[in-house]
């Protein structure tokens, strides 16, 4: 049952989907002559203030221009920021709609048009994700559901509850999260499904994008995203290729863009 309702979620993925500069490191200076020591602590004070401006806002001036709320198809534990709109399309027929509603709750709406061409209703899916910053200033908690239906006769609904651990900064970043996928004819699956997403910059305007959702039966089962994003403006445009291992390891190019608002 479980390879089935991944199979659904991966269907969605490709059709339906739905940050940060680097991870922190602190050097601690021992040992040294009273003027070293100040002056190091006088560099880490900038740093944690830094970090304290790049958290309290979601990042830097480049960083809070574009959205760094989601990878290519996984949440991050960063969300939009009340107010902010983010419109993403992937190849043309996915369509995702997200508004923060406050610094610490985003809301996504997914569909997709795929399904009219079958002659079936479109699937919605419904994302809510509620984030916030713990005690460690580079790392943020996040709490979420998918849920994922469509109005079309006999067809049962879908959908995963998952929590996250998000260690970096908003461009550049590494996403830890486990989920329990749920269906209307099954209710909740015993084994977990895990995420590893990561951002990390390559330079001003590209950054290393990936994603991987998998479980694990005896072998891992999943889907596997790096991707490439593009930064301009406030838009980010993507190109991944992503593997379903349990489709014979097919491998499918995808493209999409997200615009911040």
């Known amino acids: ?50 970090t304290f401006e790049d958290n309290s806002s979601q990042g830097s001036d480049s960083a809070s221009s574009f959205q760094t709320s989601r990878y290519f198809f996984n949440e991050s534990a960063y969300g939009l920021k009340k107010g902010q709109k983010m419109y993403q399309n992937i190849m043309g027929l996915i369509n995702t709609y997200s508004y923060g509603f406050s610094d610490n709750f985003t809301f996504n709406f997914s569909t997709e048009f795929v399904s009219l061409f079958e002659g079936r209703a479109p699937i919605i899916l419904l994302s809510p994700k509620y984030t916030f910053q713990t005690k460690k200033s580079n790392i943020r908690l996040g709490l979420g559901a998918n849920y994922a239906f469509s109005f079309s006769g006999g067809e049962s609904a879908v959908g995963s509850l998952y929590g996250l651990m998000t260690i970096g900064k908003p461009n550049n970043n590494l996403t830890l999260g486990i989920g329990y996928l749920y269906s209307t004819d099954d209710g909740f699956e015993g084994e977990p499904i895990f995420q590893v997403s990561a951002s990390l910059p ?37 190109l991944t290729f992503t593997q379903v291992s349990f489709y014979g390891n097919a491998v499918a190019p995808l493209v999409g863009a997200s615009f911040l608002f």
Not at 2 to 10: C, R
Not at 24 to 41: C, G, P, R, Y
């Open 1 to 50: 049952m479980k390879k089935s309702i991944i199979i659904g979620i991966a269907f969605f993925a490709f059709i339906v989907s739905g940050k940060s500069q680097q991870i922190d490191s602190t050097v601690d200076s021992l040992n040294l002559k009273t003027t070293v020591i100040n002056l190091s602590a006088e560099e880490e004070n900038f740093e944690e203030h830094t």
């Open 202 to 238: 390559i330079n001003e305007k590209f950054v290393f994008v990936f994603d991987a959702n998998f479980a694990v039966e005896g072998e891992v089962v999943g889907i596997f995203s790096p991707s490439l994003r593009y930064i301009r403006g406030n838009a980010t445009f993507d």
